[in-house]
């Protein structure tokens, strides 16, 4: 039990960003986009986010950097698919190579650069036995993250402003031919969408590994988007398996550490197997994915047509 608590923890937090970025992703492809520059996104995110924090001292204005970066991608992104009509698919693999260059190119002053750790607990709960060291001694991210994705689960399924999102994803002419602006719907779900994926990446920086490295959100954007089809486009499930992916990843680090005779290579490219084992089985059953897939997803909307 002992050893089982700091494992609890390490998988929650390396499942922190690949909720967020998928929660932000899943509202994305609720009004019918599909953005797959969230890795992009992230990798400019987190050297924002590293970059503020170093040069003023605050992780909260480092947040807030990480998640204004991956706003304004997103909302480059929206102008060239929703208002333009670019290929969506297409647009975002260009968004993913860009956020790679650009945060390389921007992190060049800060590689070696390194983030002071903090402690942090939440008082009288933190001293639990067993729970206090699983549960509750995280960043405040991490519970704002969960909060958020309750929220996102409220919003979806109890509002009539998630009931409109939804009906965009489904369908956008109809809920054009009853007076709502399926362009601007889906702008702000493409800005909420880069919002999230923007903290994911800051997070990655500024918590995960306090330190800027190229690249270091590694796959964990494509991840984010695999995950969005695990969970069927469901908040709460999400974030199971956000917990689940990022409880592989931990693991393969435990076996590392305990001498399992496995070339570390197999063991890195555990959690990354694991999504083509999740998406392979989920694409057996095609009639499941077009219950639960908005039926307009990755499809342009031009008003007049």
């Not at 709960?125 to 996102?152: E, K, N, S, W």
């Not at 988007?225 to 398996?241: D, N």
Request: proline share 4%.
């Amino acid at each position: 039990m002992e050893s089982l608590a700091p494992l609890i923890a390490s998988a929650i937090v390396a499942g922190t960003p690949l909720m967020l970025a998928s929660l932000g992703l899943l509202i994305n492809e609720k009004s019918g986009v599909i953005n797959l520059g969230s890795e992009g996104m992230m990798l400019v995110a987190a050297i924002a986010g590293f970059a503020i924090t170093v040069d003023t001292g605050s992780s909260i204005l480092g947040f807030a950097a990480g998640a204004l970066a991956g706003v304004l991608l997103a909302a480059f992104f929206a102008w060239l698919t929703v208002w333009l009509g670019a290929n969506q698919v297409a647009t975002g693999l260009a968004l993913s190579l860009f956020g790679v260059g650009a945060s390389a190119y921007l992190g060049i002053d800060y590689v070696g650069e390194t983030l002071t750790g903090t402690r942090h607990a939440i008082p009288w709960l933190r001293d639990v036995p067993f729970l206090g060291q699983a549960l509750f001694r995280h960043h405040p991210m991490v519970y704002i993250a969960l909060l958020l994705c309750l929220a996102t689960a409220w919003f979806l399924g109890r509002t009539r402003a998630g009931l409109v999102l939804r009906a965009v994803g489904e369908s956008p002419s109809s809920a054009h031919s009853l007076g709502y602006d399926v362009r601007r719907i889906r702008l702000a779900a493409l800005l909420f969408g880069g919002g999230c994926c923007g903290l994911a990446g800051a997070f990655l920086s500024l918590v995960y590994t306090p330190m800027w490295v190229e690249g270091m959100v590694a796959g964990r954007g494509w991840i984010a988007l695999a995950l969005t089809t695990f969970a069927t486009w469901r908040p709460l499930r999400v974030m199971l398996g956000a917990f689940l992916f990022g409880g592989i990843t931990i693991l393969t680090y435990h076996m590392q550490a305990l001498g399992v005779p496995i070339a570390s290579q197999w063991l890195s490219m555990l959690p990354y197997l694991a999504t083509i084992l999740v998406l392979v089985l989920i694409s057996r059953n095609a009639s499941w994915i077009r219950l639960n897939m908005p039926a307009s997803l990755g499809k342009h909307f031009t008003p007049n047509s």
